[in-house]
């Protein structure tokens, strides 16, 4: 059974920071691609930040260096880290794994981030 699951998520001010992981299970983890999606109330869900097998990132336009996703293999574990929060933040913040052949896709249940004073 694959589980991504989340944590991390919660209520922080505007300028502050937040770090959510995502503990994977029940996949074979290093041939996946990883990565972070967010879904905001009355919008699309669009992408926050990928990793690749070989460690390559990939981010959102709207992320302007603010945030760093990594990957470790050794823990099957991914995390975002996220700096300079505002508003506009304020989302469910979703793991997911993409087997990099493409024929495998999975989505854990997501994480609450809201960035208000």
């Known amino acids: 059974q694959v589980q991504l699951v989340e944590s991390g998520g919660g209520l922080v001010q505007p300028g502050g920071s937040l770090r959510l992981s995502c503990a994977a299970s029940g996949i074979a983890f290093s041939i996946y691609i990883m990565g972070w999606y967010r879904q905001a109330p009355g919008k699309q869900r669009e992408l926050v930040a990928t990793?690749?097998?070989?460690?390559?990132?990939n981010y959102g336009d709207f992320v302007k260096g603010r945030f760093t996703i990594s990957r470790d293999n050794a823990k099957n574990t991914v995390s975002l880290q996220m700096n300079s929060l505002n508003a506009e933040d304020t989302a469910v913040y979703y793991c997911?794994?993409?087997?990099?052949?493409?024929?495998?896709?999975?989505w854990g249940q997501g994480t609450q981030v809201t960035v208000s004073s």
């Open positions: 997911n794994a993409l087997q990099s052949d493409g024929t495998r896709n999975y």
């Open positions: 990793v690749t097998t070989g460690g390559n990132r």
